[in-house]
């Protein structure tokens, strides 16, 4: 499916650095070294109730290892997909008496819609979990017949035992990760499996639901984690840079799709960091469609609010923590880009040089987008307190909250 449109990313002077980013599976931070073309895949939405904050917060975070990537001169190759067939998305269109891929469609565009005006930039491959199963059934049909999968009532599970890595990715102990697959997709109370951590690969149709060929499968339709994995093989190959999402993907989400790469390849590591985003509240409760407390991007756009103090409500909060959505961290970020705006529309202010070298170093050290944002506050107040007779400046400020941050001021 089509994506949406890039903004601009102005190039800044002298040289990007390298990014260090905490990866999950070492617990501690690795510095990426990749190639001139850096190979990113971010789980995208399952379409319905998009875009809420707690999206829009885990999207910013890997945008932001994109402009760190881009600043370094690389290209960036970037897959995303859309869960548009799974059992909570046909769950909500039963709900509301609506037709499933219509909800998914609607619910698609608001998504991209949000991504424009919040200047995220877009994945040059964004595919469907749909447009990509005559690419999962081969894949399920090759670890069945490889002895890592096998059938159960015509269902499809993968054996979690056939990956020696299993679990290397979140590194939970046995217990954690029952009590998570319970609560996040998996079955492990159903009889018969060989482990009650296997996830399924390939669900045979069920009565009244969506189902598609699936040649020696059977009709039905793919499990959650196999869709992630073949489109990323498809599109980036084992051993890509990052694979990014919330930190409620870890487990199973990241775990599994890692487990299928290996046994499907026989290579390791899937992907080289695995990046977590923390989770945002409202409330005081991670913001999620099963509780309903979510405040969506395009419901503050229409009451008039600027998209890139909503960006700037998300730089203010660190890619990792886990923070609450509140009207004042809004306000604030409100008031900063006001001060920001005013500070660069003067014709020349205190030099910027070494602003542009704090916000890399920000950036490059674990996305510290609230350090990058301090950095920029200093050299606001010192533009309003003293001012400077620098003439470059303001642009070249401007310039670097645009291509680094991406906020227009
Ligand atoms: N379609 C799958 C991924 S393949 C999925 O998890 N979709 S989702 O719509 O539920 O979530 C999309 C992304 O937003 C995921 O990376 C998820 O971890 C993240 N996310 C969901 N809720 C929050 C939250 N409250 N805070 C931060 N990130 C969140
Ligand atoms: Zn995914």
Same mark, same amino acid.
């Given at each position: 499916?089509?994506?949406?449109?890039?903004?601009?990313?102005?190039?800044?002077?002298?040289?990007?650095?390298?990014?260090?980013?905490?990866?999950?599976?070492?617990?501690?931070?690795?510095?990426?070294?990749?190639?001139?073309?850096?190979?990113?895949?971010?789980?995208?939405?399952?379409?319905?109730?998009?875009?809420?904050?707690?999206?829009?917060?885990?999207?910013?975070?890997?945008?932001?290892?994109?402009?760190?990537?881009?600043?370094?001169?690389?290209?960036?190759?970037?897959?995303?997909?859309?869960?548009?067939?799974?059992?909570?998305?046909?769950?909500?269109?039963?709900?509301?008496?609506?037709?499933?891929?219509?909800?998914?469609?609607?619910?698609?565009?608001?998504?991209?819609?949000?991504?424009?005006?919040?200047?995220?930039?877009?994945?040059?491959?964004?595919?469907?979990?749909?447009?990509?199963?005559?690419?999962?059934?081969?894949?399920?049909?090759?670890?069945?017949?490889?002895?890592?999968?096998?059938?159960?009532?015509?269902?499809?599970?993968?054996?979690?035992?056939?990956?020696?890595?299993?679990?290397?990715?979140?590194?939970?102990?046995?217990?954690?990760?029952?009590?998570?697959?319970?609560?996040?997709?998996?079955?492990?109370?159903?009889?018969?499996?060989?482990?009650?951590?296997?996830?399924?690969?390939?669900?045979?149709?069920?009565?009244?639901?969506?189902?598609?060929?699936?040649?020696?499968?059977?009709?039905?339709?793919?499990?959650?984690?196999?869709?992630?994995?073949?489109?990323?093989?498809?599109?980036?190959?084992?051993?890509?840079?990052?694979?990014?999402?919330?930190?409620?993907?870890?487990?199973?989400?990241?775990?599994?799709?890692?487990?299928?790469?290996?046994?499907?390849? &026989?290579?390791?590591?899937? *992907?080289?960091?695995? /990046?977590?985003?923390?989770?945002? %509240? !409202?409330? =005081?409760?991670?913001?999620?469609?099963?509780?309903?407390?979510?405040?969506?991007?395009?419901?503050?756009?229409?009451?008039?609010?600027?998209?890139?103090?909503?960006?700037?409500?998300?730089?203010?909060?660190?890619?990792?923590?886990?923070?609450?959505?509140?009207?004042?961290?809004?306000?604030?970020?409100?008031?900063?880009?006001?001060?920001?705006?005013?500070?660069?529309?003067?014709?020349?202010?205190?030099?910027?040089?070494?602003?542009?070298?704090?916000?890399?170093?920000?950036?490059?050290?674990?996305?510290?987008?609230?350090?990058?944002?301090?950095?920029?506050?200093?050299?606001?107040?010192?533009?309003?307190?003293?001012? &400077?007779?620098?003439?470059? *400046?303001?642009?070249? /400020?401007?310039?670097?909250?645009? %291509? !680094?941050? =991406?906020?227009?001021?």
């Amino acid at each position: 499916m089509h994506a949406w449109p890039a903004s601009e990313v102005p190039a800044l002077p002298g040289k990007g650095r390298d990014l260090r980013i905490h990866d999950t599976a070492t617990g501690g931070p690795v510095t990426l070294d990749p190639g001139p073309v850096a190979r990113i895949y971010v789980c995208g939405i399952t379409p319905y109730d998009a875009t809420h904050m707690g999206h829009a917060a885990t999207y910013n975070a890997f945008d932001l290892v994109q402009r760190v990537w881009l600043d370094t001169k690389r290209q960036v190759h970037y897959v995303q997909n859309v869960t548009d067939v799974d059992d909570p998305l046909l769950e909500r269109a039963n709900r509301d008496g609506q037709d499933w891929t219509e909800l998914a469609e609607r619910e698609t565009s608001l998504f991209r819609e949000d991504m424009t005006a919040l200047r995220m930039l877009p994945p040059q491959h964004y595919i469907g979990a749909v447009e990509a199963i005559p690419g999962i059934v081969p894949l399920v049909e090759r670890l069945r017949d490889a002895g890592a999968a096998y059938e159960l009532d015509g269902d499809i599970y993968f054996s979690v035992e056939s990956d020696p890595h299993f679990g290397e990715v979140s590194r939970l102990d046995a217990e954690a990760m029952r009590l998570l697959s319970a609560e996040r997709g998996g079955d492990p109370e159903r009889p018969g499996k060989k482990n009650p951590l296997d996830p399924m690969l390939w669900m045979a149709a069920r009565e009244g639901e969506p189902h598609w060929d699936g040649r020696s499968l059977g009709p039905g339709r793919p499990g959650w984690h196999i869709e992630c994995v073949a489109i990323a093989l498809d599109h980036l190959g084992m051993g890509f840079d990052v694979q990014g999402g919330g930190s409620d993907l870890a487990f199973p989400h990241h775990e599994m799709g890692a487990s299928h790469a290996h046994a499907l390849t &026989g290579e390791h590591p899937y *992907a080289k960091a695995y /990046v977590h985003a923390g989770m945002v %509240a !409202l409330h =005081g409760e991670k913001m999620s469609k099963s509780k309903g407390n979510l405040v969506f991007v395009s419901a503050l756009r229409r009451q008039g609010v600027d998209p890139a103090a909503i960006r700037l409500t998300l730089l203010a909060h660190h890619y990792r923590s886990d923070w609450e959505w509140t009207d004042a961290v809004l306000d604030e970020a409100v008031e900063r880009l006001a001060r920001w705006r005013a500070a660069v529309s003067r014709p020349d202010g205190p030099p910027a040089d070494a602003l542009v070298e704090e916000v890399r170093a920000a950036l490059a050290d674990d996305l510290d987008a609230p350090a990058a944002l301090r950095a920029v506050d200093r050299w606001v107040a010192l533009q309003e307190r003293a001012g &400077g007779t620098d003439e470059g *400046a303001p642009g070249v /400020v401007s310039r670097t909250v645009d %291509a !680094l941050l =991406g906020v227009a001021l």
